[in-house]
């Protein structure tokens, strides 16, 4: 087989579950624009069944990372797990280019060349076969700055309906439970978030409050569906070499 170079831009959990399967046979180069992949969020932690997590954590990983149940499945902070999945990414030997920003792109003997800005431990620019950018979340990039990149030279995953979701992040003492059409989730750090896509969600007691844009059809960014997607990306980008 083919030793296929594969860039992923501002990495999605759906990102790193293909960088994990990828890295097996292929050299996978992540590129985030923040300085530490994960925050802020843009995706929910949330899943409806502890099933979701089989094969993808250890029991001993799911209880590092305080996966707790919840009234409609189990909470979990999402930037905990994605910073623990791109911990394992690095140690399957992806390289995770992170504060760096794609400036150019062009076609160069079959190739696609990055031009980049970097810090100064790393390249400024790189060649890969596929650069694969995942539709299905909306990410906000510090200061306002984005990548710029052929759209001919990308590999679109994930769906582009989304929809908007409003949360709200307070002390679970103060949680009272209201009606069913918000989704409450506990974390391990003694704080719960309530979700709903209605727009007046507030608490006096917010600590933070977020707006994101969410594929629908993840169903609130479930685990089992995101999984389900990544497989199905990951046969797509590599039928397209």
């Given at each position: 087989m083919k030793i296929l170079h594969i860039t992923l831009?501002?990495?999605t959990i759906q990102h790193l579950l293909i960088a994990q399967k990828l890295s097996k046979e292929h050299q996978v180069i992540i590129i985030d624009t923040h300085a530490e992949i994960g925050t802020p969020s843009f995706q929910i932690g949330w899943c409806k069944e502890a099933t979701s997590f089989k094969?993808?954590?250890?029991?001993?990983?799911i209880d590092f990372?305080?996966?707790?149940?919840?009234?409609?499945?189990?909470?979990f902070r999402i930037e905990w797990l994605i910073k623990h999945l791109v911990r394992k990414c690095?140690?399957?030997?992806?390289?995770?280019?992170?504060?760096?920003?794609?400036?150019?792109?062009?076609?160069?003997?079959?190739?696609?060349?990055?031009?980049?800005q970097s810090p100064n431990n790393l390249p400024g620019s790189i060649e890969t076969d596929i650069v694969v950018v995942d539709c299905?979340?909306?990410?906000?990039?510090?200061?306002n700055i984005y990548h710029n990149i052929d759209k001919e030279h990308v590999k679109k995953i994930g769906r582009t309906n989304l929809s908007s979701w409003y949360g709200v992040l307070l002390?679970?003492?103060?949680?009272i439970e209201q009606d069913d059409t918000r989704t409450i989730l506990h974390r391990g750090d003694g704080c719960s978030e309530i979700w709903t896509t209605d727009p007046t969600l507030h608490s006096p007691y917010a600590m933070e409050q977020w707006h994101l844009r969410i594929?629908?059809?993840?169903?609130?960014?479930?685990?089992e569906?995101?999984?389900?997607?990544?497989?199905?990306?990951?046969?797509?980008i590599i039928e397209t070499t």
């Open positions: 831009i501002e990495p094969g993808l954590l250890t029991q001993q990983e990372l305080q996966i707790l149940p919840s009234p409609e499945g189990y909470g690095v140690s399957l030997g992806v390289d995770v280019f992170s504060r760096s920003t794609i400036l150019h792109s062009k076609k160069n003997n079959g190739k696609v060349e990055l031009k980049l299905s979340v909306e990410r906000k990039s510090p200061g002390p679970s003492k103060h949680l594929d629908e059809t993840l169903s609130n960014a479930q685990f569906n995101i999984q389900h997607l990544a497989e199905k990306s990951l046969s797509e």
